[in-house]
């Protein structure tokens, strides 16, 4: 089995910042892309940034300069760096993987359980 865990959300006035954590665990052969979505309410989830196994990496317009995503390979852990938070960048946001797994001949996606990011003053 494998499992992609979150961390790292909360509340935090506009402005500030967090850093949010995804890690996967289980029976992981490989993983190629890694990457994180939101959904604010009401809205379609949408994602926010990618980053590759090379390190290669996509932001979403509105978030170049603000957020930075990275990975450490030791770890099947990726990271979102979010800076200048505004109530606008309020939702859940999801981590999401393709993993090749010990039960697949193939990479399939796999997602975590979201992670709550309120900006509010």
């Known amino acids: 089995q494998v499992q992609l865990v979150e961390s790292g959300g909360g509340l935090v006035q506009p402005g500030g910042s967090l850093r949010l954590s995804c890690a996967a665990s289980g029976s992981i052969r490989a993983i190629s892309y890694m990457r994180w979505y939101r959904q604010a309410p009401g809205k379609q989830r949408e994602m926010v940034a990618s980053i590759g196994i090379g390190g290669s990496t996509y932001y979403k317009d509105s978030m170049k300069g603000r957020f930075t995503i990275s990975r450490d390979t030791t770890k099947n852990t990726a990271y979102l760096q979010m800076n200048s938070l505004d109530p606008e960048d309020t939702a859940v946001y999801y981590c999401?993987?393709?993993?090749?797994?010990?039960?697949?001949?193939?990479?399939?996606?796999?997602w975590g359980q979201g992670t709550q990011v309120t900006v509010s003053s």
């Open positions: 999401n993987a393709d993993i090749l797994d010990m039960s697949s001949p193939a990479y399939r996606p796999y």
